[in-house]
């Protein structure tokens, strides 16, 4: 499965955009980061749809908290990585660090300084700045406007009937669920002759 992807037209130009363009493989790693939070903030929001343990009049704000976090930071650090990343940016914070330092290879240092600082520069500029100020207020306004209740009184989600169709598959769920353990407490006695 794996050797048709790596001798595959897009996954070798894709490679050699990497390997060639600084900018570009920033870009690629703060893209790959971007998908694993949308991915995990979508866990997030359907696992809080479903946690029974918070009180439900509180349920609504904290779902409508982690899908607002993870929208924010989803185009934050987009925002914040790409512009990071840029040739200009780059050369200019290059230039103020590093103007008179000597590497052996001045590409390979410049490359992994331009992805390092793209990817943590977007984390920590999106998730200790720009989503505590923004994501507070949209999630407020998300509430009101989307989470209702139906006419039995049930709180209805957003994507609600999506995530709960398709991440739980019928051929998903045998493997999903944890075996039985079966608990014979039964012990064969010894029979004395």
Known sequence: MIKPITQSNIFNN???KVIENDAFAAKT??????????????????????NEKIPEKRR???AAMDLASGVVTAI?????????????????????????????????AKKSFATI???VGSGVI????IVPLIATP????????????DTNGQTKYPMSKFLHSKMYRPEFKSFMKKPKIKNDKTTPQSTKS
């Open 14 to 16: 894709h490679l050699r």
């Open 126 to 129: 999106t998730e200790r700045v």
């Open 138 to 149: 949209i999630a407020e306004k998300f509430e009101k406007k989307y989470i209702k209740k």
């Open 76 to 108: 934050a650090q987009i925002a914040v990585g790409f512009s990071i990343a840029s040739p200009k940016v780059q050369n200019k914070l290059w230039n103020s660090l590093f103007k008179n330092s000597t590497f052996k290879d001045v590409a390979i």
């Open 117 to 119: 600082l793209a990817l």
């Open 60 to 62: 609504p704000f904290v």
């Open 29 to 50: 790693i703060v893209t790959c980061s971007v998908m694993k939070d949308v991915f995990a903030y979508t866990v997030r929001y359907k696992t809080t749809m479903d």
